[in-house]
């Protein structure tokens, strides 16, 4: 064996056994992770304002969620949920229903990914109407497996080539202000965007046979589009009119990303399902699907379930995740992080032509980079350049978008502000360079 390091061994590994399929953003090879810290198999130190994609709210190996994870691979760890029932399973399910918005009485049921739950909340939502159609929106993103592919709207790299789609799927804009789907400008358009779908149901598909509407609070993957305060509220009085359940898919915006511990909560309304995963079990595989009872409770015994989901030590970990959220005050401090990200982001907008957008919610932040701001013109290369910049000298930070020219933070809310100031000077720097 020659002498290479081990991250360079570690890199012939992966090319020479693992497919380009499941791909990576940086080149580097984690050992160790604590709050919003990561360092890799070479000692290099990385702020993280990625957060394995928004996984890591309450921060890595929070000490809480630790604990819960050891205590119940003392005890057991899997007997199926479906074969001997256990506390963690329905003292989550109990926590997460009382969390939720709203009055109404719910019920919840787990499952491995973020994928997975938007698979479920589309069963139990057909189940429950008796209807095929549910409609989806521009830029959303809702998973890798047949219906979340499907669902999400950016066609390269998540839906090429694995066609066909799964049937019965409408594709309704979204409140897409900076680029509205409609040419027009909030306020003066009244979110006429909202007001369409009464239209929508005329040329592409019947409310009569429309199931579930399903969206992303705050569009994650599609470029952190955040719809105007009238828009949800619109449009689902809309669905509620018309016998449409609304799906929120919570995934990436919800426990406490947004600086609320579900993002709904910014529009006052319930979803009828939402759908929930990444920062939920922090960092263990975990999802939710919870709604309405009545809704929930529809599908038959059997008919939904699987042998991992709600597996205990991931049970476990959520609860530490919930009595870290109590403890620490940690939606209060996600609120405050994003005032400090807002103005920072605002006084670079002021001073650096690439940036075109700041939007978001709370610490969900995002800077839509273009080369001019007139046409408004996606700066996707100079995005791309500017995450390797970043990685390159210690901050992890992710772009998304349709156009790939959005770079979005989803770091640890738990970043002490040294880290936090640390982080944001690697990206002005980088700005800066990219800008010259
Ligand atoms: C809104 C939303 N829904 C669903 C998913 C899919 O989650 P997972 O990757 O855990 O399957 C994601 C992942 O990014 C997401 O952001």
Redesign the pocket.
């Known amino acids: 064996m020659t002498d290479i390091s081990k991250e360079a061994a570690l890199q012939q590994l992966r090319a020479a056994f693992i497919p380009q399929g499941p791909f990576n953003i940086t080149p580097y090879f984690a050992k160790s992770a604590s709050g919003a810290i990561i360092y890799d198999v070479e000692g290099r130190e990385f702020i993280d304002f990625a957060g394995g994609?928004?996984v890591m709210n309450v921060g890595h190996c929070h000490p809480k969620v630790v604990a819960a994870i050891k205590a119940q691979a003392e005890q057991f760890t899997h007997t199926c949920f479906h074969i001997m029932m256990y506390e963690p399973y329905i003292e989550l399910a109990r926590q997460i229903c009382e969390l939720m918005p709203g009055d109404s009485e719910k019920m919840a049921m787990f499952a491995?990914?973020?994928?997975?739950?938007?698979e479920n909340a589309i069963k139990i939502a057909r189940h429950y109407t008796g209807r095929d159609a549910i409609i989806a929106l521009e830029n959303?993103?809702?998973?890798?497996?047949y219906m979340?592919m499907s669902l999400t709207s950016k066609v390269k790299p998540y839906k090429h080539g694995f066609g066909p789609m799964m049937s019965e799927i409408y594709r309704f804009p979204s409140a897409y202000c900076y680029r509205c789907p409609l040419g027009l400008n909030y306020p003066e358009c009244d979110v006429a965007c909202a007001d369409a779908l009464n239209d929508f149901f005329i040329s592409y598909v019947g409310a009569e046979n429309t199931a579930a509407l399903i969206a992303?609070p705050v569009?994650?993957?599609g470029g952190f589009i955040t719809p105007p305060p009238e828009y949800f509220p619109k449009l689902i009085k809309i669905c509620r009119d018309n016998g449409i359940l609304f799906i929120a898919?919570?995934?990436?915006?919800g426990f406490g990303r947004t600086g609320k511990m579900m993002a709904m909560e910014h529009w006052s309304e319930e979803a009828d399902i939402t759908?929930l995963?990444?920062s939920m079990a922090g960092g263990m595989?975990l999802?939710a699907v919870v709604g309405k009872k009545e809704i929930m409770n529809s599908p038959q015994a059997g008919g939904l379930g699987g042998t991992y989901g709600g597996n205990p030590i991931c049970c476990a970990a959520a609860l530490g995740v919930l009595s870290a959220f109590k403890e620490e005050n940690l939606v209060a401090r996600s609120a405050e992080l994003g005032e400090t990200l807002r103005q920072t982001f605002e006084s670079w907008k002021s001073r650096y032509e690439l940036i075109g957008d700041v939007r978001g919610l709370g610490p969900m932040l995002a800077l839509e980079l273009v080369t001019d701001r007139e046409a408004k013109t996606p700066a996707a290369s100079q995005a791309k350049e500017l995450v390797k910049f970043c990685f390159e000298h210690g901050l992890i930070i992710l772009s998304c978008g349709n156009y790939g020219n959005v770079i979005r933070t989803l770091m640890p809310i738990v970043i002490t502000k040294e880290q936090l100031d640390r982080g944001l000077a690697i990206l002005e720097e980088g700005i800066a360079t990219i800008s010259k």
Do not use: C, W, Y
Request: net charge negative.
């Open positions: 994609i928004g491995n990914s973020g994928a997975e739950a938007v959303g993103f809702h998973g890798r497996t979340g992303e569009l994650g993957e898919d919570e995934v990436q915006a759908t995963g990444k595989p999802s």
